[in-house]
């Protein structure tokens, strides 16, 4: 899901003005002002850098001011009453950034005015800044977009991790919670790693690292619980778990698994090619 993709609505209370967010975009104003007096336009490279570090400074914090509530509240009216026209975001930044730079024109002669003590009429300033407020509005605008689209999509990427992360812990839950089921039915003090089981007549022989217990269950009815744990069948009525096997062994023509708590698992012809792979 990219920014586009985000519900106007959603993408609206996320530029409303909180501590964090005005504080990210006055970091982003130093650095645009900076960057400005660096380019030094509109031919200023003449005036001293620290004139026009300070110049570029009330503007733009200027223009924060009075643009960042225009364009706010000009996307909020344009959501309500122009979706059908704007149905894009970006248009209703655009068509809003450009009312704000307009009443943005009617202040800039006055910063231009303090800074360099010009004698024209501020009317007739009006019109000549009014192509600049669109080009330094319009940049400002653009930069801000950009940081509030890296901004949304690194939330969007920390969602979607802790959903699956989510995920992975329930999937591990009911893993755990399978196989602690089946631990349940031991008593209390054979409980402990789950080495294998295997069918005894019309019993079941669990072993664990605590001992072995004889369970009234089929064979088939207990492979459901350890489905998702790391095991094996490796013979029609044996199971092994994977962190018990220490070898494979021989005797005869037979494979063996020799277990960890001492037991040779048998491995038939039918399960032995799976075995191979899996150890």
């Known amino acids: 899901m990219t920014n586009r993709e985000i519900p106007h609505k959603n993408q609206l209370e996320e530029r409303t003005f909180t501590g964090k967010k005005i504080a990210s975009d006055i970091g982003l104003i130093f ?16 005036i001293h850098w620290l004139t026009t570090w300070s110049f570029w400074l009330v503007i733009c914090f ?46 800039v002669p006055i910063v231009n005015i303090y800074f360099f003590a010009l004698e024209d009429n501020y009317l ?43 995920q992975e812990q329930t999937v591990s839950l009911i893993k755990n919670e399978k196989l602690t089921e089946f631990m349940n039915k031991l008593p209390i003090e054979k409980r402990g790693k789950l080495i294998c089981f295997e069918m005894d007549d019309h019993y079941l022989n669990v072993h664990t690292d605590k001992g072995s217990h004889l369970l009234l269950m089929r064979f088939k009815d207990a492979l459901t619980f350890v489905e998702e744990h790391p095991g094996m069948q490796t013979h029609r ?34 399960y032995l090619a799976k075995v191979k792979e899996m150890i």
Not at 138 to 153: V, W, Y
Not at 239 to 254: S, T, Y
């Open 31 to 46: 650095i645009i002002a900076s960057f400005l007096t660096f380019l030094a336009p509109f031919g200023m490279d003449e």
């Open 124 to 166: 007739d300033l009006v019109p000549r800044v009014l192509p600049h407020s669109f080009i330094i509005g319009g940049f400002i605008t653009f930069s801000n977009a950009i940081k509030n689209h890296i901004k949304n999509q690194k939330e969007l990427l920390n969602k979607q991790v802790d959903k699956l992360k989510n």
């Open 62 to 107: 200027s223009g924060y001011i009075i643009c960042a509530p225009i364009i706010f509240w000009g996307q909020v009216w344009l959501t309500k009453h122009a979706d059908k026209y704007l149905p894009h975001h970006w248009m209703k930044i655009a068509c809003s950034a450009f009312i704000a730079c307009i009443v943005m024109s009617f202040f």
């Open 237 to 270: 009525s044996w199971w092994v778990a994977l962190d018990a096997i220490e070898k494979e062994q021989k005797e005869g023509r037979k494979t063996l698994l020799k277990l960890t708590n001492g037991l040779l698992a048998p491995v038939s012809k039918t």
